[in-house]
């Protein structure tokens, strides 16, 4: 016998036992509690991965997927309904249950509030992030802006009262904010920080928002701490601060940030932080079990940590990875994160992993002029940029920040920028 003769009987035999083990490892049945981006992107790429088993998609949400950025913007504007944001076709053979909740899940099958239990091989929590409450204000009726459901009597109820007072300057606030304007509401924004936007800008662009606001008749008062909200007789809301402001409004929305939906998990008994901790192919503390989107906690594998992105695109790219780790395909790094967000027909783009004492370059443009790309740099690392009117900028120092070399702050020019533009490709 030669010696190709004996690798290829090795290889007879042993062919058919890493079929079989491929087999076993292989899902039959994947289940996906979550519809929203995450979820419906995970269904995609698991059929388009050639993925032939049962899939089923939990999601307590009555409508299709759609797009959720859509909600502070075109469908709160009512230019757009719904069916004009949806996400896409549905996926083909993807069993999908809207408007029914996972209660709890176990390790092999999910427990919903509507039908039988569903069974899984591999299961994927794409559950997201819910509005933030703060029930200690008292008792005044609040709105707050998550789902498509939500933007209907918000909008009737400030159309009524002709006035909205915007209880946090994040994206969420400032977007329902420049909406309602546009809509004829008298608006007013309390943020609890020194600047509104400050968990994605620095204090000159903040500052510069304010003005654009202020140029399209919206207040934006600072440094506010909300120790109450009462309703008044005359149905209007009497909002005061703990030192001692106060302002009145027909119609109060609350936007203080999201929460993470980690209840399955944290019942469950996975490894969860302020979302469900995943390693860099998103497989949770679980065997077969997987979390991606707002709800999941990522490794930043350039600074170290965890973040959760809570952005559209980071819940896309991880639900994409997700699926292929369930197949066991090659997952690769996640992307850097980025986002963005449209004010007074403005679109910002910001990226990577930023905080308020990072050290930041104008590198093009003028924030006065609202047109400009700002880089972020800690130490000898470029870490995110932000800006409005260049988003090939944005990308390219995406690029970069993927690349992670080291770079020179007195280097950060637009020049440079363009030069690592071809060195990155
Ligand atoms: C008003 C608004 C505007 C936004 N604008 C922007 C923007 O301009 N740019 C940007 O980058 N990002 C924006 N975002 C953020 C972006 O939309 C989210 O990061 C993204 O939608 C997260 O997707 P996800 O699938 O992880 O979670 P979600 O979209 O929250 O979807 C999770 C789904 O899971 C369902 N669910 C939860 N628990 C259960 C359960 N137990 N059983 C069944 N179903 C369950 C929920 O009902 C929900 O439908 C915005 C978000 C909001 C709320």
Not at 297 to 302: H, S
Request: proline letters at 3%; hydrophobic letters at 40%; one cysteine or more.
């Amino acid at each position: 016998m030669t010696t190709s003769d004996v690798e290829s009987k090795m290889q007879a035999l042993v062919e058919p036992w890493r079929e079989r083990d491929l087999r076993a490892s292989m899902p039959r049945s994947i289940v996906i509690v979550g519809d929203g981006a995450a979820g419906y992107t995970a269904a995609k790429v698991l059929r388009a991965e050639g993925f032939a088993g049962s899939i089923s998609m939990i999601g307590s949400d009555r409508s299709a997927t759609y797009r959720r950025p859509a909600v502070s913007k075109e469908l709160l504007a009512g230019t757009k309904s719904v069916e004009q944001v949806l996400l896409g076709e549905p996926v083909v053979g993807v069993d999908v249950y809207h408007g029914v909740t996972a209660l709890s899940i176990s390790e092999d099958s999910v427990i919903v509030d509507d039908g039988d239990p569903i069974s899984y091989d591999a299961l994927l929590l794409a559950t997201g992030s819910r509005a933030r409450q703060l029930d200690d204000l008292g008792s005044g009726s609040v709105f707050t802006l998550r789902t498509a459901a939500d933007v209907e009597p918000l909008r009737e109820d400030f159309a009524r009262t002709g006035s909205l007072l915007v209880i946090g300057g994040g994206l969420i606030g400032c977007e329902a904010a420049a909406t309602a304007r546009t809509l004829g509401a008298e608006v007013t924004v309390l943020e609890a920080a020194k600047a509104p936007l400050n968990r994605i800008a620095p204090e000159s662009i903040s500052r510069m928002y304010v003005d654009m606001h202020a140029d399209n008749g919206i207040t934006i008062h600072t440094d506010v701490a909300v120790s109450q909200i009462e309703r008044r007789d005359d149905g209007t809301a009497l909002v005061t601060a703990q030192d001692g402001r106060a302002w009145s409004a027909g119609t109060v929305l609350l936007a203080v940030g999201s929460v993470p939906n980690t209840e399955l998990a944290v019942e469950f008994g996975l490894a969860t932080r302020s979302g469900v901790l995943v390693d860099a192919n998103m497989r949770t503390s679980a065997p077969n079990v997987y979390a991606a989107g707002d709800v999941a906690e990522v490794p930043n594998r350039l600074l170290g940590g965890t973040y959760r992105s809570e952005h559209w695109n980071g819940a896309v790219d991880q639900a994409t990875r997700a699926a292929r780790s369930i197949l066991g395909a090659e997952v690769g790094d996640l992307d850097v994160p980025w986002g963005w967000s449209n004010q007074h027909g403005v679109n910002l783009q910001f990226a990577g992993w930023t905080t308020a004492d990072d050290d930041y370059v104008l590198v093009r443009g003028s924030i006065e002029d609202r047109r400009f790309t700002a880089c972020a740099v800690r130490g000898d690392m470029l870490v995110g940029a932000i800006g409005i009117g260049f988003p090939k900028d944005i990308r390219q120092v995406r690029a970069i920040i993927a690349n992670g070399n080291p770079v020179d702050r007195d280097q950060l020019t637009a020049d440079w920028l363009e030069r690592q533009l071809t060195a990155v490709g």
